[in-house]
Nanobody, 122 residues
Framework: QVQVAESGGGLVQAGGSLRLSCAAS????????MGWFRQAPGKEREGVSC????????NYVDSVKGRFTISRDNDKNTVYLQMNSLKPEDTAMYYC???????????????WGQGTQVTVSS
């Protein structure tokens, strides 16, 4: 069975850092772009970052540019999101997703993870 599993969330103070990991299994990892999404209370889910199958193309939502870095290790079937200089407005449930294509702003999601909570205190 296909599994997409996030880890690494937690509670940090503003200005701190977290590194999220997402391990995928049961699929051919290199056939998929990988994306990170988040949903804060009372808000719609938004795309945070996406990385193409080979890692050559990357995008970020404007609000995290310069602070977050996405990467992938195809040998480990894992994608990461390094989050630095965290702000209270980054507080959200963060979801990892396997995406059918980097095109269409990585919105053609094939598989979702269950999410990991990130809370940034002021």
């Amino acid at each position: 069975q296909v599994q997409v599993a996030e880890s690494g969330g937690g509670l940090v103070q503003a200005g701190g850092s977290l590194r999220l990991s997402c391990a995928a299994s049961g699929l051919t990892f290199t056939n998929y772009a990988m994306g990170w999404f988040r949903q804060a209370p009372g808000k719609e889910r938004e795309g945070v970052s996406c990385i193409s199958q080979g890692g050559f193309r990357i995008n970020y939502v404007d609000s995290v540019k310069g602070r977050f870095t996405i990467s992938r290790d195809n040998d480990k079937n894992t994608v990461y999101l390094q989050m630095n200089s965290l702000k209270p407005e980054d507080t959200a449930m963060y979801y990892c997703a396997a995406v059918r294509s980097y095109s269409n702003i990585c919105r053609d999601v094939a598989y979702w993870g269950q999410g990991t909570q990130v809370t940034v205190s002021s």
